[in-house]
């Protein structure tokens, strides 16, 4: 798309800004509430992560596709629908009655997500024709996630503490239709001449279910059983289902992931990596907030002040890693971040029932920042180096899905492991107050130490897998981190 002279290219930018900042606010401003929401709605210990994953598995399941209609049916015409489909899905979240309304709602809004984020990031892309233009304005565009994340904590304190949890969702209400208002008359709309209309609608469709159907699988093992039946039955069809969009995707002439692209070992690396360092990230967030809220009794607001640390210190280790990415290359960088955060996590694994802020949790939390930081820069690089350009898309929304998708995945699995833990000593103990805070406690302490395992195979696999033939084509320019965020 070429921008004629009427357009305000800097106004364009601010209106897609707001979209994803709506998007990334959501992400941290739903963790703070988490322990109301379970009271209010009256969640499971087991079922509560669907608030979560119901988000995650849509929003990462259909990015690609967001990102590929967005391209054919115009990024202006998705970026505004998937706006509208947020906002409209977050009031019906705060509206929510019951819990299954509010994990159906969540589920929209995943969707409403996985339309904005491509579109808006293409929006940006091809509004900004002059390289250093284009520089600045993802500069902002990272910024607006980063500074998003961090303000989420803090308003989803307030506005839990001071008004309502359901507030955490209505917030987005007039945001939407602000920006929807402002898209329709300020934001060009443009296509991609890709020769063909056609998208892979079944193959995220698929792939989606299939997901699902293994989270699904593994949140009711700790009720049926891990041999039971269903257990074994929801497994069976997640993997069926994901065996039939490797197919599909391996038949089809639009597909929505061309899987000639893992062959390139960096990319197919980073992307495993990174799906377990989400995985004890999500866990981490989740079990942090109920931890702090439920047993430490912090109020909202307090939970977001306490998160905030986490914020700043990804920041600080992201400056290093592109301080030091010259020196020690990519791999080195990762392996080291992820040491370092790994340290951080097994600290946290070994919190008390009658913890203290500086000494059980901000000790944690300056080592797993500072880790995080370290370790999101290069892995960011090995994900979207050495493609062709026509590929550069397709890198970029894979390594993103790859967080979503190992969030949701891990974090089934620590909630799982967490809930399993509990259960067991309170059968065999009484069940007191005391006993039962002993028995949580014990629970995250088991989730906290698979985190910490998981993260610590990300480094593992980066050392057996990536050799420095597979590094030559890896532009260490943190530039690229922006373009991909």
């Not at 900042?21 to 499971?44: C, E, H, K, W, Y």
Request: charged share 10%; with cysteine.
């Amino acid at each position: 798309m070429r921008t004629d002279s009427t357009t305000n290219r800097w106004l364009v930018l601010v209106i897609a800004c707001l979209a994803q900042f709506m998007v990334v606010l959501d992400n941290t401003i739903v963790n703070v509430a988490l322990p109301s929401v379970q009271r209010g709605l009256d969640f499971s210990p087991a079922n509560l992560q669907w608030v979560i994953n119901a988000y995650t598995l849509i929003f990462g399941g259909f990015l690609l596709l967001g990102g590929r209609a967005a391209d054919l049916l115009g990024r202006r015409r998705l970026f505004v629908a998937g706006v509208a489909l947020f906002a409209s899905a977050s009031l019906l979240n705060g509206l929510a009655q019951s819990s299954t309304m509010l994990i159906l709602g969540r589920g929209l809004q995943g969707l409403g997500g996985a339309l904005v984020s491509p579109a808006a990031l293409s929006i940006i892309m091809t509004t900004f024709e002059d390289n250093a233009e284009r520089t600045r304005a993802l500069g902002v565009w990272s910024a607006i996630a980063a500074g998003g994340a961090a303000f989420g904590l803090l308003l989803g304190g307030v506005l839990t503490d001071l008004v309502s949890w359901r507030w955490n969702f209505f917030v987005n209400v007039p945001v939407g239709a602000i920006t929807v208002a402002l898209a329709l008359r300020h934001v060009p709309e443009s296509h991609a001449d890709l020769g063909h209309r056609r998208f892979d609608a079944v193959g995220a469709t698929t792939v989606t279910a299939g997901l699902l159907a293994i989270v699904f699988g593994i949140v009711k093992a700790q009720a049926w059983g891990w041999g039971s039946a269903r257990t074994i039955g929801a497994l069976g069809l997640g993997a069926l289902l994901l065996t039939a969009f490797v197919a599909l995707e391996s038949r089809s002439t639009a597909p929505l992931v061309k899987l000639s692209i893992f062959r390139i070992r960096s990319i197919a690396t980073a992307n495993a990596a990174m799906m377990l360092v989400a995985s004890a990230l999500f866990g981490m967030f989740f079990f942090v907030s109920l931890y702090t809220q439920d047993v430490l009794h912090y109020s909202p607001l307090t939970a977001g002040f306490a998160f905030l640390p986490l914020s700043l210190g990804i920041v600080i280790g992201a400056g290093i890693a592109q301080a030091i990415l010259p020196r020690l290359g990519v791999r080195n960088v990762s392996v080291l971040g992820l040491a370092v955060a790994t340290a951080g996590i097994l600290w946290i694994a070994r919190v008390p029932v009658h913890g203290s802020y500086v000494p059980d949790l901000l000790a944690s939390f300056v080592p797993m920042s500072i880790g995080m930081g370290l370790v999101f820069v290069p892995l960011t690089l090995l994900a979207t180096s050495g493609v062709q350009s026509d590929d550069a898309g397709l890198a970029s929304g894979l390594f993103n899905s790859a967080q979503q998708v190992g969030g949701s995945l891990g974090l089934a699995i620590l909630a799982t492991l967490s809930v399993d833990r509990t259960s067991a000593l309170l059968r065999h103990g009484a069940a007191t107050a005391t006993a039962r805070a002993a028995a949580t406690v014990s629970g995250y302490h088991v989730a906290f130490l698979a985190a910490a395992i998981m993260m610590a195979a990300g480094a593992v696999l980066l050392v057996i897998w990536l050799r420095r033939r597979h590094l030559e084509g890896v532009a260490l320019d943190p530039s690229a981190v922006a373009a991909a965020a």
